[in-house]
T-cell receptor, first 114, second 115 residues
């Protein structure tokens, strides 16, 4: 069964450093998403991406964040200058065409900012 | 804006017992409702979803959920719990009727199964 994959599973970085989280969505999917879950808190939507542009973003997704589909398979989330409060589990998801199509989630990347 | 409340942070049931996990939502229009499960080290797996039609929705692994508009609820049920059901369960709501795709999640309920 096709699945969303994410690398790395755990990333540790120093405050102020740039990090790139990587995701490989399901191959025939057209919409891609990033969510995050700070420890002990809810899963929160960050951004959705379609046709090589952001289609929707939350207030969390400020100028420190960017997303990119650098090739036909990868989808990345970049945090330019990490803060302590960026420590969280980051989930990538993908879905087919319709808004009501299921979003399939990857296993997540745990980001720890020291 | 939509919101989801899962009143139970942690539930423990005995294997073979029935299960009901509560979910209440707040949304002004037709909600699109989901239950996801997360096992340790795994991503969020969809159990079931409700968009319209029959208010009793069947999902994978023997789960079902009932949409009750009058109570703004979408509770998840299973008649007989198995040890492998131990996991964290998330209820989510979407506003797909507006064209938005962002899901709003509840805080989750952690299920522990006793032998």
């Amino acid at each position: 069964e096709p699945e969303v994959t994410q690398t790395p599973s755990h990333q540790v970085t120093q405050m102020g450093q740039e990090v790139i989280l990587r995701c490989v969505p399901i191959s025939n999917h057209l919409y891609f998403y990033w969510y995050r879950q700070i420890l002990g808190q809810k899963v929160e939507f960050l951004v959705s991406f379609y046709n090589n542009e952001i289609s929707e973003k939350s207030e969390i997704f400020d100028d420190q964040f960017s997303v990119e589909r650098p090739d036909g398979s990868n989808f990345t989330l970049k945090i330019r200058s990490t803060k302590l409060e960026d420590s969280a589990m980051y989930f990538c998801a993908s879905s087919e065409r319709e808004a009501t199509d299921t979003q399939y989630f990857g296993p997540g990347t745990r980001l720890t900012v020291l | 804006a939509q919101s989801v409340t899962q009143p139970d942070i942690h539930i423990t049931v005995s294997e073979g017992a029935s299960l009901e996990l509560r979910c209440n939502y707040s949304y002004g229009a037709t909600p699109y409702l989901f239950w996801y499960v997360q096992s340790p080290g795994q991503g969020l797996q969809l159990l079931l979803k409700y968009f319209s039609g029959d208010t009793l929705v069947q999902g994978i692994k023997g789960f079902e959920a009932e949409f009750k508009r009058s109570q703004s609820s979408f509770n998840l049920r299973k008649p007989s719990v198995h040890w492998s059901d131990a996991a964290e369960y998330f209820c989510a709501v979407g506003a797909m009727d507006t064209g938005r795709r962002a899901l709003t999640f509840g805080s989750g309920t952690r299920l522990q199964v006793q032998p």
